[in-house]
């Protein structure tokens, strides 16, 4: 039987990453600062101490080294877990993460895998400088050979990441900043997983499917919780939780049974994962739609400096507005 505690998803990241590095001598973690220091949020805190500068160590500031070092320690055996200190500067990394990290399989003909978990606080609402804020994940969805996984509590943290590692090819785990101390779960203290490309109900519901992932889970169960008051309908909640691949069944199951759907997260909206959900929903799930399905999104521009971006992000209101809109006659 599993022991619990409540734990921020800053320390069940932290309990995930000491449970690899006790399991698995194999596995090492590189980054700017998360030796000494544990990491600009403090995930690794400790973890230098405990396992040794051979297990956790200092980079130098180049996301392109801790990146392509880190392909060559996954191909020859290694499990690596390497921080990109804010997800804005994964652009820095790009070449070595999308045309080698992903490709290795394919271009090996199978003769190598990538096992790598590449790890990366984004997301707004925390008045972070440029490129600190940003939302990725739809820059990766065309990366073939890489997942993408966004969790959105310190339960499914701990276990999707403990699922990452174990994964033999690239997995890029999103953490979004706003959710990392905002609040407590039980967590299990032991190992476990959970399972990669599968979306979690999270409010089941009768009338409408929200979908969201990250930051926007809280977002969308607020409004919902609204939407049962002011409008007395029934919303169903789906965590994707691995935003590529997506979970095709759960999400065409939801919308055949509600026959509406609003998608929110707080990405720009051109070519999102709202995009992409949508053109899935329009391919599958056509003639079980009543109403055409609503985006609530970022805006298609850069992120706002501090102080506007309270006007960028989705909030409850706006989810809120889009449920009103589905629900229309």
Partial sequence: MMTA??????????NALALELERDERVVLLGQDIGLN?????????????????????????ESAIIGTSVGMAVYGLRPIAEIQFAGFLFLCMSQLVTQAARMRFR??????????????????????ELHSDSLEGVFLQTPGLKVVIPSNPYDAKGLLAAAVADPDP?????????????????PEEYYTVPLGKAKTVQAGEDVSVFAYGAMVPVALEAARQAQQELGISVEVIDLRTVWPLDEEAIVSSVEKTGRAVVVHEAPRAGGIGAEVTALINERCLYSLLKPVARVTGYDTPYPVPGVEDYYLPTPAKVLAALRQVMEP
Avoid: H, W
């Fill in 5 to 14: 505690r409540p734990m921020t998803m800053i320390e069940a990241l932290n």
């Fill in 38 to 62: 544990g990491g600009v949020f403090r995930v690794t805190d400790q973890l230098q101490r405990r396992f040794g500068e051979r297990r956790v160590f200092d980079t130098p500031l180049a």
């Fill in 108 to 129: 090996s003909g199978g003769a190598f895998t990538c096992p790598l978990v590449v790890r990366s606080p984004y997301g707004g609402g925390v008045r972070t400088p």
């Fill in 171 to 187: 997995v890029l785990f999103l953490e979004n900043i706003k959710l990392y101390r905002s609040f407590r779960q039980e967590t």
